[in-house]
């Protein structure tokens, strides 16, 4: 087995998980529903398209690097006579970098890293309003998913790094290891969440069950400073007029 690494930052992501109607929300963090739907596109399947098996395969985890921040619009519209439709509320993940890690056979993650250098189809961070920021870089790790996401390097910029502490605790949340269903604890693992995609067809979009485990690690950052560094606010007192 190996990993594939995908880098994932841009101005604006949107990552949906419970979006119906007129608001569309953001997980805070790219979904394996999303992620997949992107190598779909950069390989060319259109929406109505089965799911190609090897994708779904695809053993998934994602660490936040850098968690960005939740913002929102809403957006207007009219029908052709001119009637208003009701306003539309959209969230968004501003300035978030995330290291995306994809397991599974080497021979298709050569051909998927390759596919997303020259997409089919435009890449997008959720939704089409969000493209990538910077190339979607796919880089191979014979490291297991688990073992890559706790060892990467941090793959944030020096200006975000001096606003960070000197020890940084990056969250992680990856699929269920083998292993770890062999133990039968899968309640205790994490959480189930409906993150698998099983059709992409805008009429009748479905998803399935996944389990997800969270984990985290802690790294040091050269560029950080001390708590003790940045200034205290005066201490209030409401009722102190002056000397």
Not at 45 to 50: C, K, L, M, S, Y
Not at 64 to 88: K, N
């Amino acid at each position: 087995m190996s990993t594939l690494l995908l880098r994932l930052s841009g101005p604006l992501q949107s990552w949906g998980v419970r979006s119906k109607y007129t608001r569309r929300d953001t997980a805070r963090e790219p979904t394996k529903s999303g992620v997949i739907g992107m190598l779909a596109a950069a390989r060319g399947v259109e929406r109505t398209d089965p799911i190609p098996d090897d994708l779904l395969s695809l053993r998934f985890g994602v660490r936040t690097d850098q968690p960005g921040t939740i913002m929102s619009d809403f957006q207007t519209a009219r029908r052709l006579d001119g009637s208003s439709l009701p306003l539309s509320y959209r969230h968004y993940l501003a300035d978030a970098k995330f290291l995306v890690a994809l397991e599974g056979d080497g021979d298709v993650l050569e051909d998927l890293k390759r596919q997303l250098l020259r997409p089919a189809f435009p890449l997008y961070l959720g939704r089409r309003s969000c493209p990538p920021g910077a190339p979607v870089i796919g880089t191979l790790d014979e490291r297991g998913l688990a073992d890559v996401l706790q060892q990467h390097e941090w793959i944030v910029g020096d200006a975000y790094a001096r606003t960070q502490p000197k020890k940084v605790v990056l969250s992680i949340s990856r699929d269920v290891l083998p292993e770890e269903l062999a133990t039968g604890n899968i309640g205790r693992l994490g959480a189930t969440v409906r993150d698998v995609p099983i059709s992409f067809a805008p009429e009748h979009r479905r998803h399935g069950w996944r389990v997800v485990v969270p984990d985290r690690v802690e790294i040091t950052n050269p560029l950080g400073r001390n708590i003790s560094d940045r200034q205290s606010a005066p201490p209030h007192e409401p009722a102190a007029f002056g000397d």
